[in-house]
């Protein structure tokens, strides 16, 4: 925390945005390791007591950290979690706002306070927590691409809040051709970027992906980050 703390003083000094995040699965995973996948659905469902005071734990540890963060001068502030499955999410919507949601919007509030850039990640499908996620105050929603549809996206999202469009990793990059994964790009910044942006790319380089795929996808990425120019 040391670290992370004197990087974000020193990155305005240094013409970088300041950038502070909570661990991938601040919340929801991190009853999961705590409960097991099983366990903690079951007790969403029978809204045990006593996972409401785990809950409470858990959200006072994070929100001792994103104080802290608030305090070294974050301007950016990422929440990354992983709600979602190859079709739907781990849990229902309605324990989600029961549950999940509530100390979503109060570790959020600091940083909204301040004035931060606010960015949410999820793997997954998330189309049924998407609206959720918005009203909590994201600015920034870090989600996948063809796992969430590009006509949902486009119909449910765009110019709606920042779309940070992770790149498919499981079909296009890894068994399409470089011609196949340059249509692609172009296809999804078309439809969903526009001269006023609110449109950003990432892709994961995993192994098994050949190199002339990764040559093609940062190629795509290069070229057509000047598509609406």
Known sequence: MDADRDRIIESPAKGKLAIGSLRRGHTFLTLQYIRGYENLIYDLADENPRLLDL???????????VNKLMDAGVEWMGYPENLGMQIGPMLSPDHFRHFIKPSYQRFVSP??????ILHMHSDGDIRDLCEDLLDVGMDVLNLQD???SLDWIEANLKNKVCIDLDID???VTRFGTPEHI????????GRLGSPQGRLMLIFGLYPGTLLKN????MGAMTKYALHFS
Do not use: P, Y
């Open 55 to 65: 809950i409470d734990r858990v959200e006072t540890f994070k929100m001792g950290l």
């Open 214 to 217: 990764a040559e093609a996808v």
């Open 169 to 171: 990793r499981q079909s």
């Open 182 to 189: 340059d249509d692609h790009i172009r296809t999804w910044v």
């Open 146 to 148: 063809l796992v969430n």
């Open 111 to 116: 940083a909204r306070e301040k004035g931060c």
